[in-house]
């Protein structure tokens, strides 16, 4: 199968900037995609917790790809494996995903604080959003750890009022304004956010990272165990496992082999949930 790897100088930009952006990537597949991210919600009875999605809070469902048989076929589609394998390496981790409906303002943040190991997302949207309708925006170079600017983004973004004197959506960042089909692949490390958009916004993620080495396998034993809040026994849903191939088993295994703890992680999770319901 050939790749489609990315250029030098799209390496360079990311590893700059923390972020790249691929319009119209996937609209051969976007009607398609539409239809099974639908599916995925009507199997999970479309809502979110047991409360369906009334457009006035984010609603999240995980496992999102992995669930579907179609679309977890993403994870063998050559344009993903390209950018996937030129950031991470030909046996990156596939990590997760999770399904979404957008409300309202998504403050800045970063979905993690990674030093040495890179970890990834992939974002795909589904509706068309500028940046006054709730389109993603990031912070060029808010990536870098070890960088005065990026602490210091770390430590201030989340009281840009006392610290700045604006509000988030003043923050000074890029728009990344997309139509169906397009992607957004960003650093976890990368400050992003959206403002202005409304309460049906539909996006869904694939997050990847490098292969831990043998000597940091605690770590992602420990990357894994945040998975309990969602009351997971295995890191991946069955069917993303049982149709995979010799290729897409490659960025599955790693996690597979450092996942037996999660079961009983959820179980505490699931009697602490319960306890307060208890007389």
Not at 183 to 207: D, I, P, Q
Not at 210 to 238: T, V
Not at 248 to 254: G, P
């Amino acid at each position: 199968m050939q790749l489609n790897l990315l250029t030098e100088q799209q390496l360079s930009f990311f590893n700059t900037f923390g972020y790249l952006s691929f319009p119209g990537l996937l609209r051969d597949r976007i009607d398609q995609i539409i239809e099974d991210y639908h599916a995925v919600w009507e199997a999970e009875g479309n809502s979110h917790h047991g409360k369906p999605h009334d457009g006035s809070q984010r609603s999240c469902t995980v496992q999102f790809v992995d669930k579907n048989p179609r679309l977890n076929t993403l994870l063998d589609d050559p344009r993903i494996l390209g950018i996937a394998t030129s950031l991470l390496g030909h046996d990156f981790n596939y990590m997760g995903s999770d399904g979404n409906y957008y409300s309202g303002d998504t403050a800045w943040h970063s979905d993690g604080w990674h030093r040495n190991i890179l970890h990834i997302k992939l974002a795909y949207y589904l509706d068309p959003l500028t940046k006054d309708t709730g389109c993603l925006r990031v912070i060029p170079g808010s990536h870098l750890v070890n960088d005065q600017y990026a602490q210091e983004l770390q430590e201030k973004i989340g009281h840009s009022d006392t610290y700045f004197g604006m509000n988030g959506a003043q923050t000074p960042a890029i728009p990344l304004e997309t139509q169906p089909g397009d992607l957004v692949c960003f650093n976890h490390n990368t400050k992003h956010a959206a403002f202005g958009g409304g309460g049906w916004r539909r996006m869904f993620t694939m997050n990847l990272c490098q292969r831990y080495p043998e000597d940091r396998l605690q770590e992602l034993r420990d990357y894994i165990s945040g998975a309990s809040r969602f009351w997971l026994d295995r890191n991946f849903a069955d069917t993303i496992m049982q149709t995979a191939t010799p290729e897409r088993m490659r960025h599955l295994e790693q996690v597979m082999a450092n996942d037996g703890h999660l079961a009983e992680l959820s179980r505490k999770a699931r009697e602490t949930m319960a306890e307060p319901s208890r007389g």
